[in-house]
């Protein structure tokens, strides 16, 4: 999306309406307790809610937690100091429900954290932008391996970023691509498509646009479309849209303010079984991790997810091929298509 302000107030109506509609969204938070995890994190602050961060023993978790959704404006990518000031719009957007949301898992967190929770220390959160901002007027095709060197990429004419469909990428991977060291404003269009096996390292949205990268590929189940290390804010409905067949692997990611971090397509013409697994990610603000076709054998397993309560770890849906708006069928773990354990999640 092109105006960030404009849209966080535009959608904050619609966010909140989203999280009421649904009985998964339900604030069970507390609520009033933050200052209770205040303390143990140094960089925590505001928003969505005061990162506890208290995963001493853990380096994988210990400064993930702490660097919880910095903000764009955080350019800082040392250490603790991007002041995990959580993004916004996510934050104030789920209101009730996020309001007692860093709280839920306030004391409990801190003192249960084994440190494999959210992403690792060496993924370090929302890098600052180097050089200038690349504008595409094409889509950059990538065949083996694009280093963007931590610049800045938007759209320029290839979509606004609003939720229409049929916007262009930015970058389209080949089968056996790798995309890395990427930032990717606003207009984000169509995000990145990946036609198969492919890799994400270390790209970063700061306001995704229809969706952040999908997966498109091909016939082939053993497909894998990895992104490792990276994050995403303000994405209106989806994170990552998985199309074809095979596996999504989301690891290391920090997310904030966002509809649904991944999507089985739930409607397109060819429907195949999806799999997703997500572990260490940060997330905040949102309203589902992940969104499955149970009639299709969709699977989706988590593990090291620290999320601020109201959000749906895993929602199943009836998918379908005609077009049509899938229906809801379920939530939580049922050992067969959301495939986690309470001990896999926790409260940042
Ligand atoms: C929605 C839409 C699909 C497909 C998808 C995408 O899920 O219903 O048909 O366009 O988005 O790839 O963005
Ligand atoms: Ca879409
Ligand atoms: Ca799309």
């Not at 609520?31 to 969505?48: C, T």
């Not at 509809?259 to 799999?275: D, E, I, P, V």
Request: with cysteine; proline share 4%.
């Amino acid at each position: 999306m092109s105006k960030p302000s404009v849209r966080f107030w535009f959608f904050l109506p619609i966010f909140a309406l989203a999280c009421g509609g649904s009985g998964d969204d339900s604030g069970t938070d507390p609520g009033g307790q933050a200052g209770g995890s205040v303390a143990a994190g140094a960089s925590s602050r505001a928003g969505a809610g005061n990162v506890s961060g208290s995963s001493a023993g853990g380096a994988s978790s210990a400064g993930g937690t702490g660097r919880a959704g910095a903000p764009a404006s955080a350019g800082a990518s040392s250490g603790g100091a991007s002041s995990g000031g959580a993004p916004s719009g996510g934050a104030a957007g789920k209101s009730g429900g996020q309001a007692g949301a860093g709280t839920a898992g306030g004391g409990s967190a801190g003192a249960t954290s084994t440190g494999n929770f959210g992403p690792a220390a060496s993924c370090v959160a929302w890098p600052a932008a180097t050089g200038s901002t690349q504008k595409l007027s094409k889509t950059q095709a990538v065949s083996k391996d694009f280093d963007g060197k931590l610049q800045r990429f938007v759209s320029d004419g290839l979509g606004d970023g609003a939720q229409g469909e049929n916007q262009l990428p930015l970058f389209e991977l080949a089968d056996g691509a790798t995309l890395e060291n990427v930032i990717i404003g606003a207009p984000a269009a169509d995000g990145i498509h990946c036609s198969g096996t492919c890799t994400l390292k270390n790209v970063w949205w700061e306001d995704v646009g229809e969706d952040a990268a999908t997966q498109k590929g091909t016939s082939n189940s053993s497909q894998v479309m990895t992104i490792d290390c990276g994050g995403a804010k303000a994405a209106s409905d989806k994170v990552f849209q998985q199309n074809g067949p095979g596996t999504m692997k989301i690891s290391n990611f920090y997310v904030s303010n966002f509809g649904k971090l991944f999507r089985s397509c739930g409607n397109c013409s060819k429907q195949f079984a999806k799999h997703v697994v997500i572990s260490n990610i940060l997330a905040t603000g949102g309203k589902d991790l992940a969104g499955v076709n149970e009639n299709y054998n969709d699977t989706a397993t988590f593990s090291g997810i620290l999320v601020s309560s109201g959000t749906t770890i895993c929602q199943r849906y009836t998918g379908n091929n005609t077009g049509a708006e899938p229906t809801a069928t379920g939530t939580g773990p049922d050992g067969k298509v959301c495939i986690y354990k309470a001990s896999d999640i926790k409260a940042p």
